[in-house]
């Protein structure tokens, strides 16, 4: 399988700023859609943000549209997400996930084949 490593989840002040990065590595195509998800506790899976390997577009979660971003670096295999302007409701455990079908459901959690470990946000109040 493609293993997913997520890196940069910490404790964050309000206001401040994160930069989450997914690196994929064994057999992974370019046309992957790759994506984002949060996981707050006693709450569901959420949908966060989604990209394709070749830059198609950039899709957002309502909550967090205009202040995280989504980017890619195919040299290296990686996804990352500049989260700005964070809020107490952003904590939750963090996943990265790829779709290998590249399906078009990028919202649905189903569709992704591989997820990540996960990686802990927490923004104080």
């Known amino acids: 399988q493609v293993q997913l490593v997520e890196s940069g989840g910490g404790l964050v002040q309000a206001g401040g700023s994160l930069r989450l990065s997914c690196t994929a590595s064994?057999?992974?195509?370019?046309?992957?859609?790759m994506g984002w998800f949060r996981q707050a506790l006693g709450k569901e899976r959420e949908f966060v943000a989604a990209?394709?390997?070749?830059?198609?577009?950039?899709n957002y979660a309502d909550s967090v549209k205009g202040r995280f971003t989504m980017s890619r670096d195919n040299t290296k295999n990686t996804v990352y997400l500049q989260m700005n302007s964070l809020k107490p409701e952003d904590t939750a455990v963090y996943y990265c996930?790829?779709?290998?079908?590249?399906?078009?459901?990028?919202?649905?959690?189903?569709?992704?084949?591989?997820w990540g470990q996960g990686t802990q946000v927490i923004v104080s109040s």
């Open positions: 996930a790829a779709d290998r079908h590249a399906s078009g459901s990028y919202n649905s959690r189903a569709n992704y084949d591989y």
């Open positions: 064994g057999r992974t195509f370019s046309s992957y859609t």
């Open positions: 990209v394709t390997w070749r830059g198609g577009n950039t």
